[in-house]
């Protein structure tokens, strides 16, 4: 199991820019393909971004392609999710997910407590 917490989130005007970060502890997190998901009131959990153990493939939702970017550093033991051109569409409680494999949204392994991305017009 992988242990993940993250930060970052917070309030953004539409059109700002936001960085997310997801850490993680526990069992060797680089043998983890890792990504983002996101939930807005009412609505069901949805992809976001996968990354690949090594980072060398990446992952996105249409929705965000273009303005997210993942990334990851496994000598911190730490994921990021740039987001810019952010929309009120954007908000949301956002997770870290780590899953086996690296595809468009993976089944998950392990999941964080989320962090609150709200985004004002």
């Not at 059109?15 to 970060?21: E, F, T, W």
């Not at 000598?75 to 997770?95: F, G, H, I, R």
């Amino acid at each position: 199991q992988v242990q993940l917490v993250e930060s970052g989130g917070g309030l953004v005007q539409a059109g700002g820019s936001l960085r997310l970060s997801c850490l993680a502890s526990g069992r060797t997190f680089s043998d983890y393909a890792t990504g983002w998901f996101r939930q807005a009131p009412g609505k069901e959990r949805e992809f976001v971004a996968t990354i690949g153990w090594r980072g060398g493939s990446t992952y996105y939702a249409d929705s965000v392609k273009g303005r997210f970017t993942i990334s990851r550093d496994n000598a911190k033991n730490t994921v990021y999710l740039q987001m810019n051109s952010l929309k009120p569409e954007d908000t949301a409680v956002y997770y870290c997910a780590a899953s086996r494999i690296a595809t468009v949204n993976p089944p998950v392994h392990s999941w964080g407590q989320g962090t609150q991305v709200t985004v004002s017009s």
